[in-house]
């Protein structure tokens, strides 16, 4: 697939690598320095995007500590984070892997003798350590040199990559900020390239760009508290009335990666709950909760969706049909989860290619009982314009078209159909098992038969009676609305 980004480039056979122009300023302090950084990526364009843009992200802190390494040899100006960068950029230019000659023995001979005997025996083989020093050559001088006088950044990196292909790597309990958030990333499957895992990997970078990069190790406990504890007091100093929950959302992945260390004893009570007291947050602040829609209300906003159709509108009343969320309905596929033209038409919600609903109870099918020619003809498009815009705007844009509506009031948003669906499924009478399975609250029978159908690519082709029950008991939830809207299912006009 093709792919347009920043310093990216595809070879003719597909593969990727990074190219990027070194600094002018660079240049001219060091003629003699290369004028291009470039990276194999070990990538081809059939990869993911989170593969890629992982790949990238490397490549550009690569990049930055090159420039860096060039205009600055101190080793105390970089940290062990980019010293071990370092290490694996040597190995990656020399085709190397860590670890490389760590099954070759180190030979030891008891005496000049035997080791001639073996060398007239044809038994000498080479030893781990000769295998490092041709691997990285400049091993000779940099031990000599490392004698009279403090070795450069380089040549320390240039010292740990010879000893490091002669070891396999260990999982260590130390670990520096960003390989813990690396190894948190890739082994929770978070997709840094786009929606919320875009989101996660933002709220990263700015909190580190804050702390910077640190040692994660039973003895720094204090040393990470504090650095965390510094972003708290500079992001509250910029804006005096940020809410907890907002320094909670920053903050949360970033310490979940830190807890995410093994075999560090501090990590489990390290938490962002004001019990803890591990660091100073304002109080949380109680959020605003979603009206509750009159009827007369639903009665406007449904005849509203029905005469002005297009696709916000179309989004809503999807929303309504159990309180689901702009996230959710973005992740629709049209050709996989929409049943609109079965005998009970409903819509399944599985998260997505990567089944990625909110929770385990999440996971639901919703008959359509209001406007199903409407939602026929504009839910694909509304799909497709969530999908085309940042994935936090369609609830915004939303909120604004109810508010247009219904009043310019805060507890007027897309949840609101949450709680309006929950008290009218009351009013109905139906079971618990039914309300979870539409509307997916944490209660009911989490293993029912209807739940195990939601993630069955035929739907409920072999079950309709199950589908039914779900379907008539929609109907009832909205039977005293949809008696004066059934003359207006089929018109659909422009807005």
Avoid at 77 to 101: H, M, P, W, Y
Avoid at 142 to 167: H, M, N, P
Wanted: glycine share 6%.
């Amino acid at each position: 697939m093709a792919r347009k980004m920043r310093y990216l480039s595809e070879r003719p056979n597909g593969d990727y690598r990074y190219v990027r122009d070194f600094p002018t300023a660079l240049l001219k302090t060091f003629p003699n320095h290369p004028k291009q950084f470039s990276r194999e990526l070990d990538l081809n364009n059939q990869c993911s995007d989170g593969e890629l843009h992982r790949a990238m992200e490397e490549s550009a802190r690569a990049y930055d500590l090159r420039v860096k390494t060039a205009s600055n040899s101190d080793p105390e100006a970089f940290t062990e984070s980019e010293l071990r960068l370092a290490v694996d950029e040597i190995l990656k230019q020399r085709k190397l892997n860590a670890g490389e000659f760590a099954h070759v023995p180190m030979r030891q001979y008891e005496s000049a003798e035997q080791f001639s005997s073996a060398m007239e025996a044809g038994e000498v083989a080479a030893s781990r350590s000769e295998l490092a020093e041709d691997a990285v050559p400049e091993i000779d001088d940099i031990i000599d040199e490392s004698k009279r006088r403090k070795l450069t950044f380089k040549e320390q990196a240039l010292g740990a990559a010879w000893a490091a292909v002669q070891e396999l790597p260990k999982m260590t309990s130390r670990q520096t900020m960003r390989e813990a958030w690396d190894r948190y990333v890739k082994d929770n499957n978070i997709d840094t390239a786009k929606g919320n895992g875009k989101d996660k990997q933002q709220r990263f970078n700015r909190v580190i760009k804050h702390t910077g990069d640190f040692i994660i190790s039973n003895e720094t406990k204090d040393d990470v508290q504090m650095r965390i504890q510094n972003f708290i007091a500079g992001k509250r100093h910029e804006n005096p009335n940020i809410k907890a929950q907002s320094l909670k959302r920053e903050l949360g992945e970033f310490i979940a990666a830190i807890r995410y260390v093994p075999r560090i004893d501090w990590g489990n009570r390290l938490s962002l709950e004001g019990r803890s007291n591990n660091f100073q947050i304002p109080k949380e602040a109680k959020p605003i909760r979603g009206k509750n829609l009159s009827d007369d209300e639903l009665r406007l906003f449904f005849r509203t969706c029905l005469t002005k159709a297009d696709a916000k509108w179309t989004a809503c009343l999807v929303a309504a049909h159990a309180g689901i969320s702009g996230v959710e309905i973005s992740r629709l596929r049209p050709d996989k989860d929409l049943y609109l033209d079965a005998k009970y038409p409903h819509i399944i919600f599985r998260g997505g290619d990567v089944g990625i609903a909110k929770t385990e109870a999440r996971p639901r099918v919703v008959p359509i009982v209001i406007g199903l020619e409407v939602i026929k003809e504009w839910l694909p498009k509304t799909i497709k314009w969530m999908n085309g815009i940042n994935h936090k705007s369609p609830n915004a844009a939303l909120n604004k078209r109810l508010r247009s509506l219904l009043g310019d009031d805060p507890t007027v948003k897309t949840h609101m159909f949450r709680h309006t669906w929950l008290r009218l499924s009351r009013r109905a009478r139906i079971s618990e098992d039914n309300k979870h399975a539409i509307a997916g609250w944490e209660h009911g029978d989490r293993n029912n038969t209807v739940m195990e159908r939601v993630y069955d690519a035929q739907g409920y082709t072999d079950d309709p009676e199950l589908l039914k029950q779900l379907y008539d008991d929609q109907k009832e939830i909205f039977s005293r609305f949809t008696q004066n809207l059934t003359k207006l299912d089929n018109v659909v006009r422009l807005g």
